[in-house]
């Protein structure tokens, strides 16, 4: 069972979360006691150098890992004493993900992607069913609602993907160069969604290497040996 938010806690908020794979001589300290707040309507990019930490953190933030040492907080409530199950109620329920590569199931059209994790989720069919087709109008696709994604563009699929991770009202929407696959014109179209769902109250971090798509967020932090870079 997923706790109740806490009134007026951050959306997140890590604190001297260090994170350790491997043992001995093996050892690599991926997040060296971070510390990162992320307050209720935030748009912040994440940069950083490959093994800077700053996909581990997003992989905390997502609890899709746990840290070695540390505090992680989602919506007031502490994560890392919570079982598999719990977790999993916290993903489909408090979280969205976008990532570079779109993770649709072929199988399915785009209205029953965007309906999945609803079905997770237990809400009725004909709620499931309202709520995906207005998120694919959210994001430009009403025309495309029945096509398969071998039938969508890239970034039609990555639109896709954004109905999908906003369908259940996360908390907390958490974007791993989600254009990394894309051109110049369609990340524009992308960005420009990212910024609308931002303008409408949602809280995202989005992480991405490129400096144009990182200027579009409002806040930059820049990841080095595990730690956010002072400035």
Do not use: W
């Not at 309507?41 to 950083?48: I, K, R």
């Not at 007031?76 to 109620?89: F, K, Q, R, T, V």
């Not at 990212?194 to 989005?206: A, D, K, N, P, Y």
């Amino acid at each position: 069972m997923v706790k109740h938010t806490q009134k007026n806690a951050p959306v997140a908020s890590l604190v001297e979360v260090s994170k350790i794979y491997g043992h001995g001589n093996s050892k690599v300290k991926a997040l060296d006691c971070l510390n990162l707040t992320i307050e209720d309507g935030d748009f912040l990019a994440v940069m950083g150098a490959s093994g800077s930490g700053k996909s581990t953190a997003m992989n905390i933030l997502g609890c899709l890992d746990r840290p070695t040492a540390g505090n992680y907080k989602l919506n007031g409530i502490s994560i890392e004493d919570l079982d598999d199950d719990s977790l999993a109620n916290i993903r489909n329920q408090k979280l969205g993900f976008v990532f570079q590569q779109f993770h649709l199931l072929s199988e399915l059209t785009a209205l029953e992607n965007v309906m999945l994790p609803m079905t997770y989720a237990g809400i009725p069919l004909l709620q499931r069913e309202e709520r995906a087709q207005e998120a694919l109008v959210k994001v430009g696709l009403s025309e495309r609602m029945d096509n398969r994604p071998n039938q969508l563009s890239g970034g039609q699929q990555q639109r896709v993907a954004i109905a999908r991770a906003i369908i259940n009202q996360p908390s907390l929407l958490l974007a791993d160069e989600p254009t990394g696959a894309l051109d110049s014109r369609t990340t524009e179209d992308v960005l420009n969604i990212f910024e609308e769902l931002h303008s409408q109250g949602i809280t995202l971090v989005l992480v991405t290497h490129e400096n144009e798509v990182a200027a579009r967020a409002k806040k930059i932090v820049r990841f080095k040996d595990g730690k956010i870079k002072n400035s």
